[in-house]
C-alpha cells in the first residue's frame, strides 16, 4: 500500500513525500483511515511503529478539510489536544505536526513545564490549533485561564499506560472533564492493565481497535541478548563493549539519577563521548544532550526511564541496559528504542545475579527466553564471588569465597536497592 492510496489531501502527502515515506506503516494503514472518518481509537502500539504519524497524518487532514473559519488564527481556540507524558515526547510530537503540517495553514504548540510559560501565552493568545500538552503546566494554563478547551474537535491521549504509571490519572481526568461532550478520541497505549482498559472504556465510544505489535512484545528486529556478570564489574564491562565493538549512538540505560550521572563521568573518563539525561537536568541541558547525541557528537546518551520516554531517533542501533529495570513493563518501553520502523537494533543488558528475578519477570512478559553470553574477563560469579563492596556494619561473619552473592547482601551505593522492587508505579 502507498500513502497515495490514503485519500489524504494533497499538501499533506506532500510533506509525507519529502521525509521520504511512501508506504504507510501496519498502524499507519489501519489508523488513518479509521481517523479521517471521525471515529474514536483504540490502538496498542509502541512508539517506533510509526503511530505518531498514524494520528498526525489524518488530524491535518481533518483540520485542514474544515473551513479556514474554523482555524484557531481566527477564533483564537485550540480545536486538537495530545494530551502526552513528558516534555520530551510533547516536542517530539509538535514536530511531527509541523513537519507533516508545514504545508498547511495549521499552527501548533507544546506545552509543557520547566520552561517559562509566557512565550505559551503568548502564543496560545495568537490561536494555535493543535496543543501537544504535558498535563501539569496544561492544567496551569487552564487555571491562569490561558487556554481555553471549549473548541476542542479531537482529543488525544498518548501513551495512556506511562501516563497513568507516572500519577496522572487525576490530571487526565480533570483536562477531560473539561473538554467539549461531542469530540472525537483517539488512545494510544503500548500495554493494557486494567486500569487503561478502564480509562478507555469511559473515553472512548465506538472505538476502532488496532493492535499492531502483539501486546507485549518486543519489535522483531531488535536482537535481545544478556550478558551475565557481576555488578562491580560492570562499568569496567561497559567500557570493554565500547572499546572492542565499535558502537556508537548507543542508549544506556540506569535506574537511578545518580547512576545515570556516574556511568556517563565514568565513559567520559575512558574517552567515550557521553552525556547523563534526567529529570534533574534543566530542559536545556537535556535537549542540547539529545540534540548532541542525533548529530553523532555524543556516542552514548545515558538515560534513566522516564528521561527517554518519547526519545525518537530515527536509525537508533543500540539500546544498552545497564541495570534492568525492575518493572518489567519497562525494559519493553526501553527496547522499544531501538528498530524502529523496520531497522535493525540491538538491545543488550548487563545482568548481574541480584536482577536475575527482574530478569525473570521480563522474559516472562515477553515470552520468550533472552539468550546469555559471558564475555571473557567479565564472568559471572559463579566462578569468581564478588568482594563485598561495602563492608558491613556491625559483626558478620565472612561469606566463605565462591558463593553466590546473597540478594539481601549489602549493595554499592546507586546501585538497585532490592527491598524498593515493585514499589515504583503500583
Ligand atoms: P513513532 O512510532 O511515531 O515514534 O515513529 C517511529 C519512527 O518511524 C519515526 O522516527 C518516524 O519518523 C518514522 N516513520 C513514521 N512513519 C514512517 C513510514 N511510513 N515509513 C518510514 N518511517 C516512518
Redesign the pocket.
Known amino acids: 500500500m502507498q ?1 497515495t492510496e490514503l485519500g489524504l489531501q494533497a499538501d499533506i502527502l506532500r510533506a509525507v513525500s519529502e ?1 521520504g ?1 511512501t ?3 501496519p498502524i ?1 494503514q489501519k489508523a488513518i483511515p479509521a481517523v479521517m472518518t471521525g471515529r474514536d481509537l483504540m490502538a496498542s ?10 494520528f498526525t497524518l489524518p488530524i491535518l487532514h481533518r483540520l485542514a478539510s474544515g473551513s479556514h473559519s474554523h482555524l484557531a488564527r481566527v477564533t483564537k481556540k485550540p480545536r486538537v489536544l495530545v494530551l502526552v507524558p513528558t516534555r520530551e515526547l510533547a516536542i517530539q510530537v509538535e514536530e ?1 505536526v509541523r513537519t507533516y503540517g508545514k504545508h498547511l495553514p495549521i499552527a501548533s504548540l507544546a506545552v509543557f513545564g520547566g520552561v517559562g510559560i509566557n512565550p505559551q501565552i503568548a502564543n496560545l493568545r495568537r490561536g494555535v490549533d493543535i496543543v501537544v500538552a504535558t498535563p501539569g503546566r496544561l492544567l496551569d494554563h487552564i487555571q491562569q485561564r490561558t487556554v481555553d478547551l471549549s473548541a476542542i474537535e479531537i482529543f488525544v491521549l498518548d501513551e495512556a499506560d506511562r501516563m497513568l504509571d507516572m500519577g496522572f490519572i487525576r490530571d487526565i481526568r480533570k483536562v477531560i472533564a473539561l473538554l467539549p461532550k461531542q469530540r472525537q478520541n483517539l488512545m494510544f497505549s503500548a500495554t493494557f492493565s486494567p486500569d487503561i482498559r478502564e480509562l478507555a472504556s469511559g473515553l472512548l465510544h465506538n472505538p476502532v481497535s488496532v493492535d499492531v505489535a502483539a501486546r507485549n512484545t518486543a519489535a522483531e528486529t531488535v536482537t535481545q541478548r544478556v550478558i551475565e556478570t557481576n555488578r562491580e564489574q560492570k562499568k569496567d564491562l561497559l567500557c570493554h563493549l565500547f572499546a572492542t565493538r565499535g558502537w556508537h549512538q548507543v542508549l544506556v540505560f540506569a535506574r537511578t539519577k545518580h547512576g545515570a550521572d556516574a556511568l556517563s563521568k565514568t565513559l567520559e573518563k575512558s574517552g567515550i563521548k557521553s552525556a547523563a539525561i534526567h529529570g534533574n537536568k534543566s530542559q536545556g541541558a537535556r535537549t542540547r544532550a539529545l540534540t548532541d547525541f542525533k548529530e553523532g557528537k555524543l556516542v552514548a546518551l545515558v538515560a534513566t526511564d522516564i528521561a527517554a520516554r518519547g526519545i ?3 536509525s537508533l542501533p543500540y539500546v544498552i541496559n545497564y541495570e534492568l529495570p525492575n518493572v518489567p513493563e519497562d525494559y519493553v518501553h526501553r527496547i522499544g528504542r531501538t528498530g ?3 531497522m535493525e537494533g540491538e538491545a543488550i543488558s548487563l545482568v548481574s545475579h541480584d536482577e536475575r528475578p527482574f530478569l525473570k519477570d521480563i522474559e516472562k512478559l515477553i515470552k520468550r527466553t533472552l539468550e546469555r553470553e559471558v564475555i571473557e574477563g567479565f564472568e559471572p560469579s559463579a566462578t569468581a564471588a564478588p568482594r563485598p563492596v561495602q563492608p558491613p556494619r556491625g559483626p558478620r561473619k565472612p561469606q566463605p569465597q565462591g558463593k553466590a552473592p546473597n540478594r539481601n547482601s549489602p549493595q554499592k551505593p546507586g546501585g538497585p536497592q532490592q527491598h524498593r522492587s515493585g514499589q515504583r508505579h503500583r
Not at 502500539?45 to 498514524?54: F, S
Open positions: 500513502f521525509q515515506y508506504t504507510p506503516t499507519q502500539a509502541q512508539t517506533g511503529t510509526g503511530k505518531t504519524a498514524g511531527s525518537d531517533i530515527d524502529r520502523a523496520g
